[in-house]
């Protein structure tokens, strides 16, 4: 079952950023964003500590999240290009 992925108005102002300025990492990311609406929690995936928000990391990149089950939908709070 695939879920919904919503990109939180944090999150697209980072990508809008991103997507200016590193068009490899824009499209890392949303490779990333795809494969949350199939699997929303990747082995890479970290709770954070009870809080239902996760911390994805990819190499270069950083996508914090949270996933309601109930609604089959994945919300991407805010997502970064790290160095």
Request: aromatic letters at 6%; charged letters at 25%; zero cysteines.
């Amino acid at each position: 079952m695939s879920l919904t992925v919503v990109v939180q108005e944090t999150a697209l102002r980072a990508l809008a950023r991103i997507r200016t300025e590193d068009k490899e990492a824009f499209a890392s990311i949303r490779r990333a964003l795809a494969a949350l609406a199939e699997q929303p929690h990747p082995d890479e995936a970290v709770a954070w500590a009870g809080s239902g928000i996760y911390r994805l990391r990819l190499p270069g990149i950083r996508i914090l999240y949270e996933v309601d089950e109930d609604a089959a939908t994945v919300y991407v709070i805010n997502v970064a290009v790290t160095t």
